[in-house]
């Protein structure tokens, strides 16, 4: 009985030993795991958690990767609304008789309006939530595709029309910034050790709905004469918006959204206020972000449309471009180990200046690619990583500090950089027409005044105009209108194309007449190519119908779009400089301090 009893004690023993053994080792490789030796940390739970339904790691108890999965997904449709309205943006000129200014004021509240609910909501988040702005998303969306799509009842009233997109694409927009107003304080809460490189990879989202609409847009541009050109036209594609924005709510709303960083660390609101206005790096850095944002969103949203005029596949440029973000900022991780955020912010402000140059000088389709290729790197991490570095050196300003760069970065380009690439671009278009078409202009404009009058009349009189003559009364009218003030225009400006009547006035002209064919438009080509130009031969071919004058009209405007866009670009080349020598300075301020530091705060228990 001795024997046995001292048997089971030592048995006993020798278990609590075992069982103090393991855990002590499991202390000690989780000790381990945090040195700097090992590149990412790894956790040796001695129990596993209770429930698989979420993560213990995560704030609250929330479910850390199920929630930000459902939270990338929801950055797809402002992606693919970027995508489909630049590949619209010359249907829509069309359909409504816009100048490239008014087009780009449309691009431009796509953006501006993201700005707003960045700026007005967003510094509100603390006090109503992440859930609650993502449900404002939610309707922001779903109200703004349909006010867009409404707005084609009224094609023949340029004024309602116009009006009508513009509020579509600001209540886009709100949905789009509500996302961010969302996405970006719940990433780095839901990461708060790996802020720079999670928020690469939620917004990498945006580049991934971007390559994936701008092709399915190129497949559509294919489809002009499939189903009278319903899959083609502008409404279908924007109606594409609404099945990613049904996805995630799907996702999403189920799940437990935490706090912010700021709430969980117990730091008062009037504090994250006064931190954020009172430090001169965060001046600094909302200054870049306004240059960074205008460049890359405005010119990524006039590719298509002045690409296209040349000739070049404006589309897949663009496709090509969001490939290579998409790319860069999935493994954004490894350039940010080896450069710190600063220094690949600066160099690849470098790549930005070299691909604005080589877009203003792309005759090819070899050089357009190169040009691709260069913004793309350029422009890749420049949202994102500036987003974290704000969250990782000035941690207490909070949502409020994420929330200020994004508005001011995405105000910044709607306000400034589509709208403004807009308006060089009307005014060298102009320049161009003046210099290098003036004659072949005024002959189609003198033709329309004088046979247009005869094709309205005809089309009135039609019971079906659109199958006899392949024109509506209306579209005549419009073109007929647009022609009269143009040659208004060049009377009082002493003989010379100056202003937006004239480019206006050739786009009313080419819009006049649906589907004209391939063979129109190569002898309009082959007639514009001559040298030197015949004006006698076009003012003739012109006269000989609606369609010959839409499409002439149309290939003269072509090849001064692009070339009004890519003066523009060469105009903006510089600016990408100040960012080298912002994030230069940065870059070797910290070398010289031992390197990149990120700050942390600590949560309240």
């Not at 630049?86 to 409504?96: C, S, T, Y």
């Not at 959204?257 to 009037?270: H, I, Q, R, S, Y």
């Not at 190169?370 to 420049?382: C, I, L, R, Y």
Request: charged content about 15%; hydrophobic content about 50%; proline content about 5%.
């Amino acid at each position: 009985m001795d024997l046995s009893l001292e048997a089971k004690e030592n048995s006993d023993t020798k278990r609590r030993v075992d069982r103090e053994y393991l855990n002590v080792r499991a202390v000690a490789l989780q000790c381990c795991a945090r040195t700097a030796w090992l590149s990412e940390p790894i956790a040796y739970p001695i129990e596993k958690p209770k429930s698989s339904m979420t993560d213990p790691s995560s704030p609250a108890g929330a479910n850390r990767n199920r929630l930000f999965n459902g939270i990338c997904l929801a950055v797809i449709p402002t992606g693919a609304a970027f995508a489909i309205i630049a590949n619209v943006m010359n249907q829509l000129k069309a359909d409504f008789i816009l100048t490239n200014s008014q087009v780009g004021a449309i691009a431009g509240a796509a953006l501006w309006g993201m700005a707003i609910s960045l700026l007005v909501l967003g510094p509100l988040l603390e006090g109503f939530g992440m859930r609650v702005a993502t449900i404002l998303a939610f309707l922001g969306h779903i109200s703004g595709v349909t006010l867009l799509i409404a707005a084609s009842k009224f094609t023949h009233n340029t004024e309602v029309g116009f009006w009508l997109l513009m509020s579509g694409a600001v209540l886009l927009a709100g949905g789009n910034g509500m996302i961010e107003v969302a996405g970006n304080p719940l990433t780095t809460a839901l990461f708060p050790e790996d802020k720079t490189r999670k928020l690469n990879r939620f917004h990498g989202f945006f580049p991934v709905a971007m390559l994936i609409t701008s092709l399915l847009c190129y497949v559509l541009n294919q489809s002009e004469d499939i189903a009278n050109g319903f899959f083609y036209h502008w409404t279908f594609q924007l109606s594409l918006i609404y099945v990613p924005v049904i996805v995630y709510g799907i996702m999403v709303f189920p799940q437990k959204f935490p706090k912010t960083e700021n709430a969980e660390a117990g730091l008062p609101v009037n504090e994250m206020f006064r931190y954020t206005f009172t430090k001169p790096l965060m001046y600094g850095m909302l200054v870049m972000m306004g240059i960074a944002i205008s460049i890359e969103m405005g010119v990524n949203r006039w590719i298509p449309p002045i690409f296209d005029a040349i000739g070049l596949p404006g589309v897949l440029m663009f496709s090509w471009i969001s490939f290579i973000m998409m790319t860069l900022r999935f493994f954004a991780g490894h350039f940010i180990s080896r450069l710190s955020p600063p220094g690949m912010l600066a160099i690849a402000s470098i790549f930005m200046a070299l691909g604005l140059v080589c877009f203003s000088r792309a005759e090819g389709n070899f050089m357009a690619f190169v040009a691709s290729t260069f913004f793309a790197f350029g422009v890749a991490f420049f949202f994102p990583t500036m987003v974290g570095l704000v969250s990782e050196r000035l941690p207490k300003t909070g949502s409020l500090g994420i929330v200020l760069i994004c508005g001011i970065g995405l105000g910044s380009a709607g306000l400034i950089g589509t709208q403004g690439i807009g308006i060089v671009a009307d005014n060298q278009l102009s320049a161009y027409l003046n210099e290098e078409r003036s004659e072949p202009t005024l002959a189609v404009l003198n033709v329309v005044s004088n046979t247009f009058p005869a094709y309205q009349a005809q089309a009135a009189a039609a019971k079906d105009s659109i199958k006899e003559f392949g024109y509506v009364d209306s579209d005549i009218q419009t073109a007929l209108e647009n022609t009269i003030a143009a040659e208004k225009a060049y009377q009082n400006d002493g003989g010379k194309i100056i202003g937006a009547a004239t480019p206006q006035a050739l786009r009313a002209i080419s819009g006049s007449v649906l589907h004209p064919s391939d063979e129109l438009k190569k002898e309009a080509k082959k007639l514009l190519s001559a040298e030197p130009i015949d004006v006698e031969a076009i003012r003739n071919y012109s006269a000989s119908g609606a369609a010959q004058s839409a499409v002439i009209a149309g290939q003269i405007l072509g090849p001064a779009e692009g070339f009004g866009g890519q003066r523009a670009f060469i105009r903006l080349a510089w600016i990408p400089l100040i960012l080298t020598a912002f994030f230069g300075l940065m870059y070797f301020n910290d070398r010289r301090n031992g390197g990149y530091k990120t700050v942390r705060l600590e949560r309240s228990h």
